[in-house]
């Protein structure tokens, strides 16, 4: 009778130990998750549209880290076509 006894409590130990681990790995993940604060973006008093690297600049200021070549932004005129270029960019948080 005390080996059932001793085996269910060690099973119940198991239990509670896996139960424990898989708690702390979702709340990493729930932090990891958590959204970030936004920053404003800063415009020039004299356009009334932000532009794309006005965009990218502010989220680079909060903490987002972007993979796109932000001179390349910065030289599109708006009078270009469509088809002229194309900026894929990816951003993930730091």
């Known amino acids: 009778m005390f080996r059932k006894v001793e085996k269910s409590l060690d099973l119940k130990d198991f239990e509670i ?22 920053k404003k973006v800063v415009l020039d008093p004299n356009v009334r549209f932000a532009t794309i690297a006005d965009i990218r600049k502010a989220q680079r200021d909060a903490g987002w880290e972007i993979e796109e070549d932000l001179e390349a932004l910065e030289g599109l005129k708006s009078d270009s076509e469509p088809e002229d270029c194309i900026f894929v960019g990816v951003g993930s948080r730091k």
């Open 17 to 38: 130990t896996t139960l424990r681990q898989k708690i702390e790995v979702l709340e990493v993940e729930v932090e990891r998750l958590k959204p970030t604060k936004r």
